[in-house]
């Protein structure tokens, strides 16, 4: 079974521009999370998406959005980027929520450098 | 939320079993403890994860003494591939989960 996969893997921007990365689950997954990953604040949770619905979201600006298809698929956009925002993006998939904590699975990420 | 404190490095050698612990004093009832892999530019990996008492996979064990305020992740026999950063997590829902800084564990030959 094929595993998450991301795209693009690199990306270069520069301040003000926009960007959207994209995440393909593992078959059969509902769920798909990402996550932010700097050297200074680590790994930090920006969304969760289920069944196409945003069920939970963490402390980041609204400069930060994202929506999954109906194929599970999901992407994620952030606007008017700042240098701050250069980072490892991953994207995680999961079954879905079945009350006890799903096992993620993460993607290779999506390494975004903003000049 | 379950913050979790891990050591911020080890060193061991390959052959060794390596122990490291994880303090989650505030875990909640139905709060799980996961631990994850991370290899530089990769994606975590998921390891192992538990409730309560003893886990074992194919990797690693898991040990959670009854009060749940701690757990250890041990690896038996690490070789050289096993540096990396192992992250230790406590929580039932994705966006309570709290990475941390990690461990960062270094085989030496």
């Known amino acids: 079974k094929a595993g998450v996969t991301q795209t693009p893997r690199y990306l270069i921007k520069t301040r003000g521009q926009q960007v959207t990365l994209s995440c393909s689950p593992i078959?059969?997954?509902?769920?798909v999370s990402w996550y932010q990953q700097t050297p200074g604040q680590g790994l930090q949770f920006l969304f969760e998406?289920?069944?196409?619905?945003?069920?939970n979201k963490g402390n980041f600006p609204g400069r930060f959005s994202g929506r999954q298809f109906s194929n599970s698929r999901s992407e994620m956009n952030v606007s008017t980027l700042e240098l701050g925002d250069s980072a490892l993006y991953l994207c995680?998939?999961?079954?879905?929520?079945?009350?006890?904590?799903?096992?993620?699975?993460f993607g290779p990420g999506t390494r975004l450098l903003v000049l | 939320l379950a913050k979790t404190t891990q050591p911020i490095s080890m060193d061991s050698y390959e052959g060794q079993e390596v122990n490291i612990t994880c303090s989650h004093n505030?875990?909640?009832?139905?709060?799980?403890i996961t631990w994850y892999q991370q290899f530089p530019s990769q994606g975590p990996r998921f390891i192992i994860q538990?409730?309560?008492t003893k886990v074992t996979n194919e990797v690693a064990s898991l040990f959670i003494p009854a009060d749940r305020k701690s757990s250890t992740l041990s690896l038996p026999r690490v070789s050289l591939s096993d540096t990396a950063v192992y992250y230790c997590?406590?929580?039932?829902?994705?966006?309570?989960?709290?990475f941390g800084t990690g461990t960062r564990l270094q085989v030496f030959p």
């Open positions: 997590l406590a929580g039932v829902n994705t966006d309570k989960l709290i």
């Open positions: 995680a998939s999961s079954l879905g929520p079945t009350g006890e904590l799903e096992t993620q699975y």
């Open positions: 998406y289920f069944s196409e619905t945003q069920r």
């Open positions: 538990g409730y309560k």
């Open positions: 078959s059969g997954h509902r769920s």
């Open positions: 505030n875990i909640a009832t139905n709060d799980y």
